[in-house]
């Protein structure tokens, strides 16, 4: 099994959709969990941290459910330029060392118009 | 946000060879890591380079394969040696800041 498991995706939305991502962890010692995106040929940029209460961005919702290791995104009303590959990123490092990110395969997102 | 220049950004080499990266970062870091991403793939992390003192290798990646130098607190290169075509990949550094995890623009690797 996969440390940080995505769906696989693709996923082909219409513009205004509304489209949900999970992703689950297998490390119950997981420590902080991030939602990432990473456009073509770019390199990987945090969108948003997730937090137990879960946490609104805008358009961008994200979940956590440490009891079932369960991450999740929301995105509401899509847009063009939100077409990318989202990954999933757990850290398992412990207090005073160094990170340990585990990245998801990630999800393709492609919005139509 | 942190800004890190990360050179070449592509390059296409002939097996046999060896290929250096570099990433320069605007302000002092403690550690520095190196990922690879191979099509279609995630991140994986190969090592971290901490300046003075040898690089921390991940499980299945050694220091002869991709020897790494931390010279400063603001630099580092990954050499990626005696390369084949299974080495084709993104390479990317990364550093923390304020929690959040940076990359380069990353260097998209073609052996031939």
């Known amino acids: 099994r996969k440390e940080v498991e995505q769906d696989p995706g693709p996923f082909n939305v219409p513009e205004g959709a509304t489209v949900a991502f999970n992703c689950t962890y297998s490390n119950s010692a997981s420590q902080s969990f991030f939602w990432y995106r990473q456009d073509c040929r770019k390199e990987p940029k945090l969108l948003m941290s997730v937090y137990s209460s879960g946490n609104e961005d805008g358009r961008f919702t994200a979940q956590l459910n440490r009891a079932s290791q369960y991450i999740s995104l929301l995105i509401r009303d899509s847009k063009l330029s939100d077409s990318a590959t989202y990954l999933c990123v757990v850290n398992t490092a412990t207090s005073g060392s160094a990170r340990q990110l585990t990245f998801g395969s990630g999800t393709q997102l492609t919005v139509l118009p | 946000s942190a800004v890190i220049s990360q050179k070449p950004s592509r390059d296409i080499c002939q097996r046999g060879t060896s290929l250096t990266i570099q990433c320069q970062v605007d302000?002092?870091?403690?550690?520095m890591f190196w990922y690879r991403q191979q099509p279609g793939q995630s991140l994986t992390l190969i090592a971290t380079?901490?300046?003075?003192?040898?690089?921390?290798?991940e499980s299945g990646f050694v220091i002869d394969k991709f020897p790494i130098s931390r010279p400063n607190l603001t630099f580092s290169t990954l050499t990626v040696s005696n390369m084949s075509p299974e080495d084709s990949s993104i390479y990317l550094c990364?550093?923390?800041?304020?929690?959040?995890?940076?990359f380069g623009q990353g260097t998209r690797l073609t052996v031939v």
């Open positions: 990364s550093v923390d800041r304020d929690g959040e995890a940076f």
């Open positions: 380079a901490n300046q003075g003192s040898e690089a921390t290798y």
């Open positions: 302000s002092q870091v403690t550690m």
